[in-house]
């Protein structure tokens, strides 16, 4: 019976936990890639560059104005207000929104043709080119079938241009006098030449048309008006962004002129309404005047009436004092009406305002001004505002709350008219009694005479009110005033440096990316970090990545031989003698892996010549039948009897042993011939009974086997071995073979594992500077 050598494992070690940031690992791993890095940072550096040429600086143009609160009214808009004509004082925060309202910005761009631009061509790149320094101005006559195109000419002289390219075939490449008209798909032109003519003879100019409303969408997209402290302060700041800073000024300039001539306009508006109003009303009392006077001239004629007498006079003076008195609260309730209709008007805009003339309530004169004021504010607000926005709302609940005051104070005036007229009608009752013997004439004239003298009376009030309305329309001027004319300050030095910092972040962020995400999808072992985070297996030692000739590190063949390589080797054979726990004599090592070309065969050789040249007796037993590789490279011959005829019993045990020749001290029994059944012979005693032999007879015994994850030989023969040497291969082995290899340890289905990581990175891993590379 052969002895089997007991599996005692070593106490399990625990995985790293994944908690520490290698910096130094991180760094290692980018900095191997410099070419690259180098290389992006470069192209961006040059898209950087070339972006910088291309683009033009963006200026900031800004201006100042005040805009002044009417909060304080004179006495002539005082007057007005008092009979509802004029409207409140306005809020600063709607001329904000004025000032940057579509209507506004369109009128500029169309007053200053804005969206007409220039473009010199200089060394193939396009220069911005304004009304100050352009040669020519484009004339549009016409509107064509394409109105919205580029145009190039070429200057050919001061009197003749040539239009080079242009969306019509028919007119590209013909020449024309300056100021004649031009006719095609854009319409009917003209370019007239300017001051700066001579200084662009020969000069390639671009014109380009676009869409006003397009134009005036980019300059509503950086127009930004604030005021500066909405507190206290009614000053406002206007700013836009250009790449011309003369074009940004006079935007902004004309754009605080078109302001201050449409807010005039509205207020000629108002104050012409108000006049119309008084007009209407006096030519209405002029004719009520002159029916009056004309009754009166008739009755005194056709009664042949001259006087009354002193009694009739009393009378006639007490009725006369109290019809004034009950006229006049008859004009209330009359006025209170119709402010009671105007209020209850499902849409008041289209309603004359009603006159307030007469009301002694100084409050409901006061809240019917403030409700048409909140409705006209309100209709100013409609005309650049859709009626679903939030900013009608605070409005909305102003005017409701308006109009619940006023009815609530017409309600309590009217009561206290109708009281009061009810008791002028009882004195009337009293002074037509008393009068009741004055003859029916001198009666009647009293009557006609009171209706005159109420008509006079209203009459001289409007006029008096007309002619107060019309100076207020003579001397009206904007509540505006320009602080600061535009100005433009220069970009900031940051802004040009902004292109290259980007540049820089993205030459070293892009193949930082793509390096990451090549490892992401390769999804290999790179480093023995991933090893100690994710197994519980001990390190024997790592082997240096190198190419060579001969799978043999120390075969002359090899341009050079790599002592960086020899010494891993040596190291590792000084770690096997502690693995197998000094033991003199019949070590058994079993080579293992999980895949192919993973380095079993070469590790299996290149240690046992690493044992051999340190006198130690070695044999490699090879007994991967599948791929069989030792009789390559140890130059043994193929048709040898090996493991395969030993363990068929074609072969004794001396005959399948060869001597590898240039290593002494080492044999070599290869795989032989290849036999289908090769596992169960495996797994008789036969394979027994040549382990013992050998651990008497040799020192170390190596045994290579087939990849675990296709074949199971290596654990069959796994059982008469004292320890494995498990190979991972850095940048070869998948992670998905982690689970695999911690499931065997843990099982422990193969003896005393330990892993070698083959293909290391010399560079990476520092050891080149301590074992430099000779030939």
């Not at 409303?213 to 507190?231: E, P």
């Not at 297996?537 to 063949?557: C, H, N």
Request: net charge neutral; proline share 4%.
């Amino acid at each position: 019976m052969c002895a089997q050598k007991s599996n005692t494992y070593p106490k399990k070690r625990t995985p790293a936990v994944d908690d520490d940031f290698d910096l130094r690992e991180i760094l290692i791993k980018y900095v191997l890639y410099w070419p690259v890095f180098l290389l992006f940072t470069i192209i961006t550096i040059i898209g950087a560059y070339a972006y910088h040429m291309v683009t033009k600086p963006v200026y900031d143009i800004k201006a100042t104005m005040l805009l002044e609160d009417e909060k304080n009214t004179s006495d002539i808009k005082a007057s007005l207000q008092e009979m509802g004509i004029t409207s409140a004082p306005k809020k600063i925060e709607n001329d904000v929104e004025i000032l940057q309202s579509r209507r506004l910005v369109d009128s500029v761009v169309n007053d200053l043709h804005l969206w007409i631009s220039y473009q010199i061509i200089v060394n193939h790149l396009k220069e911005n080119l304004y009304k100050n320094t352009t040669p020519v101005l484009f004339s549009l006559i016409k509107t064509g079938s394409k109105p919205y195109q580029k145009i190039t000419i070429e200057i050919k002289n001061g009197n003749t241009f040539s239009l080079k390219t242009s969306n019509d075939p028919e007119t590209s490449g013909t020449e024309y006098n300056f100021s004649s008209t031009v006719s095609n798909t854009l319409g009917d032109w003209q370019l007239k030449p300017t001051a700066n003519l001579k200084n662009y003879i020969g000069s390639t100019i671009i014109v380009e048309l676009s869409d006003p409303k397009s134009v005036a969408d980019n300059y509503l997209s950086s127009l930004d008006v604030t005021l500066k402290d909405k507190m206290e302060s009614s000053v406002v700041d206007i700013a836009v962004k250009d790449q011309i800073p003369q074009r940004g000024q006079d935007f902004v300039n004309y754009l605080i002129t078109v302001y201050n001539k449409n807010e005039i306009e509205e207020k000629n508006k108002k104050t012409k309404g108000a006049l119309d109003f008084i007009d209407q009303r006096l030519d209405s009392l002029s004719i009520q005047l002159n029916l009056a006077e004309k009754n009166i001239e008739d009755y005194r004629s056709s009664h042949g009436l001259t006087d009354v007498n002193a009694q009739s006079q009393v009378y006639i003076q007490g009725a006369q004092s109290n019809d004034v008195k009950l006229n006049d609260i008859n004009i209330q309730l009359k006025v209170i009406n119709e402010i009671d209709n105007y209020i209850n008007a499902p849409n008041v805009t289209d309603r004359t305002v009603p006159s307030t003339l007469n009301i002694g309530d100084q409050n409901l004169v006061t809240l019917v001004q403030s409700y048409t004021d909140l409705q006209r504010e309100r209709a100013s607000l409609s005309a650049t505002t859709p009626e679903k926005n939030p900013a009608f709302d605070p409005l909305n609940r102003q005017i409701a709350a308006t109009r619940a005051a006023i009815k609530e104070n017409i309600n309590n005036i009217k009561t206290s008219l109708l009281t009061t007229r009810n008791e002028m009608e009882t004195y009337g009752s009293r002074f037509k009694s008393s009068i009741e013997n004055i003859p029916g004439e001198d009666r009647a004239l009293a009557a006609l005479k009171r209706i005159q003298a109420s008509k006079e009376s209203l009459y001289n009030v409007l006029l008096q009110k007309r002619e107060e309305t019309a100076l207020s329309y003579a001397s009206i001027a904007s509540s505006a005033r320009l602080v600061d004319l535009a100005y433009a300050t220069p970009p900031k030095k940051s802004k040009a440096m902004l292109p290259f910092i980007v540049a820089l972040a993205l030459g070293l962020l892009i193949p930082a990316g793509l390096i990451y995400l090549r490892d992401a999808i390769k999804n290999q072992i790179t480093n023995r970090r991933t090893i100690e985070k994710t197994l519980a297996i001990p390190i024997a030692g790592e082997l240096e990545e190198i190419k060579l000739r001969s799978p043999i590190v120390t075969d002359a063949v090899n341009d050079k031989i790599n002592f960086m390589l020899v010494e891993q080797f040596r190291s590792l054979r000084t770690q096997l003698h502690y693995l197998h726990d000094n033991e003199s004599k019949g070590r058994v090592t079993l080579i293992a892996s999980s895949v192919a070309g993973e380095g079993r065969s070469f590790i299996a050789s290149n240690l046992g010549i690493a044992l051999a040249t340190s006198g130690k007796k070695t044999i490699i037993l090879e007994l991967n039948l599948y791929r069989p590789i030792m009789a390559d490279i140890f130059n043994l011959p193929i048709s040898h009897p090996g493991m395969s005829n030993y363990l068929n019993w074609e072969s004794l045990k001396e005959e399948v042993i060869q001597n590898s020749v240039t290593y002494r001290n080492l044999d070599v029994v290869t795989s032989g011939q290849f036999i289908p059944n090769f596992s169960e012979l495996l797994d008789r005693k036969r394979i027994e009974i040549l382990l013992d032999w050998l651990r008497l007879h040799y020192d170390h015994i190596i045994i290579d086997t087939s990849p675990l994850q296709v074949i199971g030989d290596a654990n069959i023969v796994s059982r008469l071995c004292d320890i494995t040497l498990y190979v991972i291969r850095k940048s070869f082995t998948s992670k998905t073979q982690i689970p695999f290899i911690n499931k065997l340890y843990a099982d422990q289905q193969l003896p005393n594992m330990s892993i070698v990581f083959n293909g290391v990175d010399q560079v990476r891993d520092g050891y080149k500077e301590y074992f430099p590379t000779k030939g």
